[in-house]
């Protein structure tokens, strides 16, 4: 189950707030003010819930080789898994502020790490705010356990990966916005467009007009479309930094379309070399 509704979450709660079948944990973030989550967790969050931050636990450190977000060691990730009380057969749930493009960060790095079992809130935070659902500002300690790894159920690629395979047939999708993907507008990167070669394929045609994710059937319409005749195995998700290209990638997998890889260093990482050419315009 790669969504889980508010209502549902909801019923799975115990009147403790937390079991240990079940941890939720917050990833609200905002790009342009990195503590505004974690004040926002401490202000009101799921009951039970524990937080991860964006650029601490679902990222590693940037170096002058990578992206801005580059994917967190394996170990680390584990061990911050284990100290939140997840383990084999734990239900993680990962919710964010709305439209889940941090939350699906968390769900492509636990399955990153062999683990089934996690789901995104539907429409985030927003969606258990409007449904009334009850809220905390405590947090309890929490019993750590031991998180292993298990074989990657995801994949990833690397710039060099990337670069041989531009015209090689395979399918590079950005999921930033277009006027970010066309060079315009760029508030985040020291270089503006996208990767020669990529389209476009921004994350936000994943959701309603709500925040929630679109229907499994418009998804798998929507996507059958976009790819055409390539298969899943063919297709690189992308985005700024590795993180919204998750939500395509979740998308995806509830289109019925599993199997396509992640660029986690993203043009963010592509442009750390001044001798990659980078396009600029329309896809």
Wanted: net charge neutral; proline share 8%; with cysteine.
């Amino acid at each position: 189950m790669h969504l889980i509704e508010a209502a549902h979450l909801a019923h799975a709660l115990p009147a403790s707030g937390a079991t240990p079948k079940l941890v939720i944990v917050d990833c609200r973030h905002d790009l342009a003010r990195p503590d505004w989550g974690r004040q926002e967790f401490a202000a009101a969050h799921i009951p039970g819930a524990v937080f991860a931050h964006l650029d601490h636990a679902l990222s590693g450190p940037v170096t002058a080789q990578s992206g801005r977000h580059p994917l967190p060691d394996p170990a680390t990730l584990a061990a911050f898994l284990g100290a939140a009380g997840v383990d084999a057969n734990t239900h993680v749930v990962a919710y964010d502020q709305d439209k889940s493009m941090f939350a699906a960060r968390l769900w492509w790095l636990l399955r990153w790490l062999g683990h089934e079992r996690v789901s995104v809130l539907n429409g985030g935070l927003a969606a258990w705010r409007a449904a009334q659902l009850p809220l905390e500002a405590t947090q309890a300690p929490r019993t750590g356990v031991r998180f292993i790894a298990r074989p990657a159920l995801v994949q990833w690629v690397t710039t060099a990966e990337v670069a041989r395979a531009l015209g090689a047939g395979y399918l590079l999708l950005d999921a930033r916005a277009p006027d970010r993907f066309a060079g315009q507008n760029e508030t985040l990167d020291p270089v503006a467009g996208h990767v020669p070669g990529a389209r476009n394929q921004p994350f936000a045609q994943n959701l309603a007009t709500d925040g929630h994710l679109q229907p499994a059937p418009v998804l798998a319409k929507m996507w059958h479309t976009v790819l055409g005749a390539t298969p899943p195995s063919q297709v690189v998700a992308m985005c700024g930094s590795g993180v919204t290209a998750c939500h395509n990638l979740l998308a995806m997998q509830l289109a019925g379309l599993p199997g396509a890889r992640l660029y986690a260093g993203s043009f963010s990482e592509w442009i750390r070399d001044p001798a990659r050419k980078v396009a600029t315009g329309p896809a």
